[in-house]
């Protein structure tokens, strides 16, 4: 029995869960394990080509940068929703058992989006306690940090 169908679509939800708060965490993570030689449940085409996996592990880190900056914009907005369905669909789909990928991605996006106005919500509550750039760092530690053992749990050599 393989990871994928000992824990059915729950790696799925929980890659969700990360796209909520970062939208480029699940990408970021799948394209490093990638890279590091990992095999994933599903296919994903998109990291045989090394400019996407370059683009993924690049755009990851830089959303954690740009969200510390004051002008950053709501997670909640059209265009950051959109990316959240995206990347959470892809990496959703990509972390499904096999021959399951479109339940995959729609799990993760079922958990992604209204999330995302539950962790904005969190979020806002504490920048007021403890400020913008320590509470983002927080959020970008617990974001991060699961997103890589969501995906290396789920990956093998």
């Known amino acids: 029995m393989t990871a ?7 790696p799925s939800v929980l890659i969700g869960a990360v796209a909520s708060a970062r939208s ?4 970021a993570a799948l394209a490093a394990a990638h890279a590091l ?15 996407f996996t370059l683009g993924a592990l690049a755009m990851g880190p830089g ?10 914009p709501d997670r909640t907005v059209f265009l950051g929703l959109l ?4 990347s959470a669909g892809i990496a959703g789909a ?10 995959g991605a729609a799990a993760a996006i079922l ?10 919500a969190a979020r806002k509550r504490a920048m ?15 974001v991060a940090a699961a997103g890589l053992a969501i995906v290396a749990t789920q990956s093998r050599r």
């Open 24 to 27: 480029m965490t699940p990408m």
């Open 94 to 103: 990509a972390l499904a058992p096999r021959g399951r990928a479109p339940q």
């Open 63 to 72: 959303e954690l940068l740009g969200d510390k900056m004051k002008s950053a």
């Open 128 to 142: 007021r306690q403890i400020g913008q750039t320590r509470s983002g760092l927080i959020e970008d530690l617990v």
């Open 37 to 51: 030689g990992r095999r994933l449940p599903g296919r994903l085409f998109l990291l045989h080509r090394p400019l």
């Open 83 to 86: 990316a959240r369905v995206m």
């Open 4 to 10: 994928g169908s000992r824990f059915g679509l729950i």
């Open 111 to 120: 958990t992604a989006v209204p999330l995302a106005y539950l962790t904005l």
